[in-house]
C-alpha cells in the first residue's frame, strides 16, 4: 500500500532509478568498457572527483543561458505581442519567422564567433536565437484566439484597445507563456552547450569537447547529467509558477 | 407627451463593402422609447436582432439613418450602458466579485477613483450579488459557478456601474426553464427597483410578455419592425400570471405575427 502511493507520488523518481539500475547492471553484466559506455557508478564517481571543474562549467553554462534566455523572454513576448494584436504583424512576419526557425542555429556559432569572438558572446547568443520562437508563437497564438466575446464585453464600455489587452489580452495569455517557457527553457540549454562545444573555453559544452578528446567518457557523461539537471530543475520552477499564477487554466473538472 | 429616452429614425444597416446593394440586415426601424421602460425585441432567428444590439451600444454605426440616446447621437460605445449576452462571458482568471467589478476598473468617473475607493466598491458589487442570490459565492471563479449563477454574475456586471440602459442579447436563451423563471423574476425586481431601460433581444415569447412594457416582433430578411404590442398587464407580475388566459392571448397574438414573418 504504502509502496504503491510512492508510485503515485513521484512516478519519475521510480522510473529514473529503475532505468539506471538497469544500465548499471548492464554495464556488469557485459563488462562494458568505460572508454565505450560508462556505467552509472563510473559516472558518479567522477562526479565527485571532478566536481570542482564540473561545477565551475556548469556555472558557466547556467549563466550564460538564463541570460539568453531572459533575452528571448523580452523579444519573444514582445515579437508576439506585435503578431498576435495585428493581423497585418501576422501575415507579414510569421511565415519570415518561420523560415529563421528552421535554420540549424549551431551554424550561426562560427558567424557568430566573428562579430563577438570566443567565449560567452556567441553562447549568450545563440540560446537566444533558439529559444525566442515558442514563446513568441506562444504569446502569438494566445492573443490572436482571444474570444471576441470577451472582447465585446469591453469594448460596449468604451475601453480602449490597451484596457483591453491589459484586462483580457495578457491574463489569457499567461498559460500560453508559461507552456512556451518550459519548452524555450530546454531548448536553451541547448543552444548553450551547442555553442560551447565549438567557440569556448568554459562552460559544460566545452568540457563535454575535452573530456570526449581525452576519452574520459566517464566525465562526459557527467557534464550530459548535469545539463539534463539542470533544465529539469528550471522546467519543475517554471511548472510551479505556472501552477500557481495561471490555476484558472488548469483545473480538473 | 415627453421626450423619448432612446430614438430610432429610420435606421437601416447593411453589411459589407457596398451597403446600398439594397440588401439590409435591419432596414428601416423607427422606436421611441420612454425613459425607465422595459422593451422586449422578438423574431425568428436571422432577423437581425444581433445587428439591432450592436448598433444600440455603439459598437457598429449604422448605414443609414440616426439612433439618439438621451437626444445625443450615438457615436460609439456609452459609457452609461450594461449589457449581458447569451453566454455569460465572464473571465476565469477572476473570482465572481472581481468579475463585477470590472466595468468600474473602465467607466469613467468610477476608473479614475477605483484605487481609493475600492472598499466602497466591494461593498457595492457585494450588495448586488447578494440581490441575485449569490451572497457568499464572491470568491468563487466562474467555472465553480452552475451556468444560472454564472448569468446572475454576468448580470450583476452589467448593473454595476449603475447604467441608465440594459441592453440583453438573449439573456437566458441558454438555461433551463426554471432556472430561466428564476432569473426573470431576479430581473423583474432589479429593474423595478432602479428603473433603468431595458432593451431585451429574446426568441421567448413568454419571457418578453412577462417582462417587458413593450413588445416589438422584428421580420426576417430584411428585419423590420412587424407590430409593436404594448403590454398592458398589471405590475407587479408573478410567475402565476403566465398561466392566465390573458398573458396566453398575448403570447399567442404575438406568435401569430412570428408565423406570419415565417411564411
Redesign the interface.
Known sequence: MKQATFVYRYPALLLFFVLILAWQGICVIFKVNEFIFPSPWQIIQSLIEFHSVILKHAWATFWTTMIGFLISIIVGVFFGFVIGSSRIAYDAFYPLMTAFNALPKAAFVPILVVWFGIGAGPAILTAFLISFFPIMVNIATGLATLEPELEDVLRVLGASRKDILFKIGLPRCLPYFFASLKVAITLAFVGTTVSEMNASNQGIGYLLVSAGSAMRMPLAFAGLAVIGVMAMLMYELFSAIEKNTTAWAHRKS | MSVPFIEFEHVSHAYGEHPNNGVFAIEDINLKIDKGSFIAIVGPSGCGKSTFMKLT???QKSTQGRILVDSKPVL????F?G?A?Q?P?L???RTTLDNVL??L???EPYRSQFSRQKNVFIERALKLLDSVGLGGYEKK?P?QLSGGMQQRASLC?ALI?QPKML?LDEPFGALDAFTKEELWNILRDLWSDQHFNVIMVTHDLREAVYLADVVYVMSKGPGRIVHQRNIDLPRPRELNLTYEPAFTRIVQELRTYIGAVRG
Not at chain 2, 460609439?76 to 459609457?79: E, H, K, N, V
Open positions: 451600444t455603439g459598437l460609439g460605445p456609452l459609457s450602458s449589457m449576452f453566454a462571458t473571465l476565469p482568471w470590472l466595468p476598473e473602465i467607466v471563479f467555472w456586471r456601474h441592453l
